[in-house]
């Protein structure tokens, strides 16, 4: 090893009796039980669902809170309890108010201190002390430590406990310590969070659950094709920006993009109104609740119409340059009769309808307006000058990956492109043929260079981004073709299908998801293929568990333009030293009808894999390296104290 590096290592470890103390400590926690992981996807910007998930740990909560008071706690108090825990500041005011006087307002603290620290210890018990402590609120530590560790076998020390607790709810203080216990506990039941893709798009929030991800305590990120659009725009794809737009658009979104993202919608706006009326396929798709006046709605739908035209003509160059690609067939302007009307595609011809071609030039359909080329420059230079878009795009690259292995798992969002014999899909790039991990790893290869010099925006790696979200062997794509203007402009639904890969009906294959998990080195005994991208249509008796328990997908619909075909509003999966469970929760409709009405969103646990034996941060990601922090400081004591 480095003697220059064991040299700086000691500097920091500057006595035999420091080395050989952190080589104890360390294996002490590989034999502690392995730490909850939390599985979510598809998230699509719906924040206050994701927030509930996140809070109850999806079940966790309530199910250690029943573990401890069962039988001394009511039904409805432990429902009370764990909705205090989900959301301490709004619950403490609900019941505050419900008290007639100060006195019983302070047993009811007494108590309810008293039972938070009940939990502390169990949901902290694979934890050290060092973490736990870290993870407590930090004014209240000694405190905390105190009530926390208290042995009072001998009654000596219970007036100065029951002192404690008084002095802090005279003193006023009761509240904030309750909310930080509470956060605690949220804290300790998960130890680390899993996004399986797609923050972004048709939701509202999505600039609110990057915030939450980025002060959480551990988490990473596979990015989903929507996620990877967000990058790609901000990266210098105006094709990727144009998409982000009539996303929103369509969605009634686009306040993420100039009031909370600061990117200024004026020069789009000002072209839209200039060229395009009413269209009722571009009017957003807004829910019941949401209120927008007729004006909005009409200023939206020109908006919609003006950057699909623009999206439809980027396309078009991309597609000729990289012929690879193999993307002709897209190449619809083209093939549009703009006298008729109509549009010739695999042989067949249709009529078009609702159609919103004021900016075309037949002679060349992919020719931008200057005012389009001039409306596309600003909005590019606006998206890249946004301190807040940079923040969230910079940790999302950061945090980030196209897939994950994690304790023998794989986490992907989309899929492995395969054939229908169930081999790897192979794609030339540049005169070089790639396939499964080899292929992913390209593509994100191509990601990050183009992120990395996002002054380059008609580069291969800029090109390659878009193809991320459209192209037929794309892992966050899987399907033969994206069929967007059909969808605008064609009545005749046969046309709007998109065909998936293969492995969209291969994974049910319990073989096919171990040569999957072969390809990327993973043990196919223990591991499995944890997917999101596609939601389960549960109401059609779809299981999520596939392939004799080697596939799990945990897209059951977020969003809320899902869930009429789902059935359910979203699936997430945990996985501890015991196992996996799976979670399907209903409809979340509101942060206050959890307050209000004390109860959650969840529905039955499926029992996914049963460990035989219970998994030790040993046999964990995290054990692997503290693994090999005990080799290089044993190399230090060699080396140093033992010569």
């Not at 069962?70 to 619950?91: H, M, N, R, V, W």
């Not at 930080?180 to 804290?187: E, H, V, W």
């Not at 333009?561 to 015991?578: D, E, K, R, V």
């Not at 941060?617 to 692997?624: C, F, M, P």
């Amino acid at each position: 090893m480095n003697t220059k590096f064991l040299d700086l290592l000691a500097q920091k470890y500057d006595s035999e009796e420091k080395v050989a103390t952190e080589i104890i400590n360390l294996e002490a926690i590989l034999n502690l039980p392995k730490g909850t992981e939390h599985f979510v996807s598809d998230l699509h910007g719906e924040y206050q669902a994701f927030q509930h998930v996140l809070r109850n740990g999806s079940g966790k909560v309530k199910e250690k809170i029943t573990d401890i008071f069962k039988g001394e706690l009511s039904e409805k108090e432990i429902d009370e309890f764990a909705t205090l825990i989900y959301y301490p500041e709004e619950k403490l005011q609900l019941i505050k108010n419900n008290f007639a006087n100060d006195e019983a307002l302070k047993q009811w603290y007494i108590e309810i201190i008293e039972h938070t620290i009940q939990l502390i210890p169990y949901t902290s018990s694979k934890y050290t002390r060092t973490k736990l402590r870290k993870a407590l609120p930090g004014q209240f530590v000694f405190i905390i430590e105190e009530l926390l560790y208290k042995n009072d076998e001998y009654t000596n020390k219970k007036q100065y406990y029951s002192s404690i607790a008084e002095q802090i709810i005279s003193l006023g203080q009761a509240d904030k310590l309750i909310i930080g216990l509470a956060y605690t506990i949220q804290r300790l039941v998960v130890d680390h969070l899993h996004v399986v893709g797609d923050i972004y798009d048709r939701g509202p929030e999505p600039d609110k659950i990057m915030e939450t991800l980025i002060n959480y305590h551990s988490v990473d990120i596979q990015w989903g094709n929507h996620d990877v659009l967000w990058l790609g725009a901000y990266a210098g794809s105006k094709v990727c920006l144009a998409n982000i737009v009539r996303i929103c658009a369509r969605y009634g979104n686009l306040d993420i993009i100039e009031d909370i993202y600061g990117i200024n919608l004026r020069p789009l706006l000002n072209l839209a109104e200039k060229y395009y009326g009413d269209n009722p396929v571009f009017r957003p798709k807004i829910h019941i609740e949401d209120k927008i006046s007729d004006q909005d709605q009409l200023q939206v739908t020109k908006i919609h119409q003006a950057i699909a035209m623009i999206q439809f003509k980027l396309e078009s160059p991309i597609i000729k340059r990289r012929p690879f690609f193999n993307m002709s067939g897209r190449l619809l302007l083209e093939k549009v009769d703009f006298d008729l009307k109509e549009i010739t595609i695999h042989g067949k011809t249709y009529p078009l309808e609702n159609t919103c071609f004021a900016t075309i030039n037949p002679e060349q359909p992919d020719q931008l307006l200057e005012e389009e080329k001039e409306v596309m420059d600003k909005l590019l230079f606006s998206v890249q000058h946004s301190e807040k878009l940079a923040r969230h795009m910079k940790f999302l690259m950061k945090k980030g990956s196209l897939y994950l292995k994690y304790n023998e798992n794989l986490l992907i969002h989309g899929c492995i492109p395969l054939e229908e014999t169930g081999n790897m899909q192979k794609m030339v790039i540049e005169n070089k043929t790639y396939a499964g991990r080899e292929l992913l790893d390209v593509f994100e290869s191509y990601l990050r260079h183009s992120f990395a010099h996002p002054e380059q925006t008609e580069d291969i790696a800029t090109d390659m981004v878009w193809y991320l979200w459209i192209g037929e062997h794309s892992s966050l794509f899987g399907k033969r073709e994206m069929t967007t203007f059909e969808r605008y402009f064609i009545q005749d639904k046969e046309t709007h299908k998109e065909r998936k890969n293969p492995y969209y009906y291969l994974r049910e294959d319990e073989e096919v998801c171990r040569k999957i998990l072969k390809e990327f080195g993973l043990d196919p005994d223990q591991g499995h293929i944890i997917n999101g991208h596609t939601p389960v249509k549960e109401i059609d008796g779809e299981n999520p568990v596939k392939a004799n328990g080697k596939m799990v997908v945990i897209d059951g619909g977020f969003s809320k333009a899902y869930q009429s075909t789902t059935g359910i509003a979203g699936y997430t999966l945990l996985f501890n030293s015991y196992g996996m469970q799976l979670v399907a929760h209903k409809k979340f409709n509101s942060k206050e009808d959890v307050l209000r009405d004390g109860t959650d969103v969840l529905s039955v646990t499926r029992l996914v894999d049963k460990e035989l034996e219970r998994k030790k941060v040993r046999e964990s990601n995290i054990g692997e390296k503290i693994l090999q922090e005990i080799s290089i400081l044993k190399s230090l004591m060699k080396y140093r104290y033992m010569n």
